[in-house]
Antibody, heavy 121, light 106 residues
Framework: EVNLTQSGGRVVRPGGSLRISCEVSGFIFVDYDMTWVRQVPGKGLEWLSG????????SYADSVKGRFTISRDDAKNSLYLEMTNLGVEDTGVYYCARVQGAGGREFFDYWGQGTLVTVSS | DIQMTQSPTSLAASVGDRVTITCRASQYIDTYINWYQHKPGKAPKVLIYGASSLQSGVPRRFSGGGSGTDFTLTIASLQPEDFATYYCQQSYRTPRSFGQGTRVEI
């Protein structure tokens, strides 16, 4: 059974940093690209970042480029999102997801349960 | 960046209704579009990928169509468990943008 288990919710001050994680099981982690998506309160889903199976290629939404870093540790079957210079607008639920398919014919087939990140003073 | 625009933003419907949601891409995306269902407190769930392919385990009352810039998600006969927010998402270019969502409510 495929499972993506995310780290717990956190509260962080504006300007602060945070790393959230996503531990996977039930599939061969190194065979898949992975991604992060968030939902800000009262708004829709927002794609944030993606990383390919080897970790050699990463991509980011403009809203987080230069502040967020995606990474993976294949030995730990884990995906990470390092977030810096956080603002109140980054408050939301963050989801990790597995990428199925390739060459643009991609979709997100399994998702984590979500991590609530609250940026507040 | 590719913008995805859904319509309507919300709709009221009854059990048994046929519901159609549309999504327009700001540029050509072939059939590189996916549809997700999202319920409060739960993870999103993929329904349709590649514009018209039904994800395994998804009921056949869900269908997708379109190519180029205009796409549809249709629910043939709305069931109580289908009340949720639906999102389109393009996979043609990075960033992999989502539509703003369509809330389906009673």
């Amino acid at each position: 059974e495929v499972n993506l288990t995310q780290s717990g919710g956190r509260v962080v001050r504006p300007g602060g940093s945070l790393r959230i994680s996503c531990e996977v099981s039930g599939f061969i982690f190194v065979d898949y690209d992975m991604t992060w998506v968030r939902q800000v309160p009262g708004k829709g889903l927002e794609w944030l970042s993606g990383i390919n199976w080897s970790g050699a290629r990463t991509s980011y939404a403009d809203s987080v480029k230069g502040r967020f870093t995606i990474s993976r540790d294949d030995a730990k079957n884990s995906l990470y999102l390092e977030m810096t210079n956080l603002g109140v607008e980054d408050t939301g639920v963050y989801y990790c997801a597995r990428v199925q398919g390739a060459g643009g014919r991609e979709f997100f087939d399994y998702w984590g349960q979500g991590t609530l990140v609250t940026v507040s003073s | 960046d590719i913008q995805m625009t859904q319509s309507p933003t919300s709709l009221a419907a009854s059990v048994g209704d046929r519901v159609t949601i549309t999504c327009r891409a700001s540029q050509y995306i072939d059939t590189y579009i996916n549809w997700y269902q999202h319920k409060p407190g739960k993870a999103p769930k993929v329904l349709i990928y590649g514009a018209s392919s039904l994800q395994s385990g998804v009921p056949r009352r869900f269908s997708g169509g379109g190519s180029g810039t205009d796409f549809t998600l249709t629910i043939a006969s709305l069931q109580p468990e289908d009340f949720a927010t639906y999102y389109c998402q393009q996979s043609y270019r990075t960033p992999r943008s989502f539509g703003q969502g369509t809330r389906v409510e009673i």
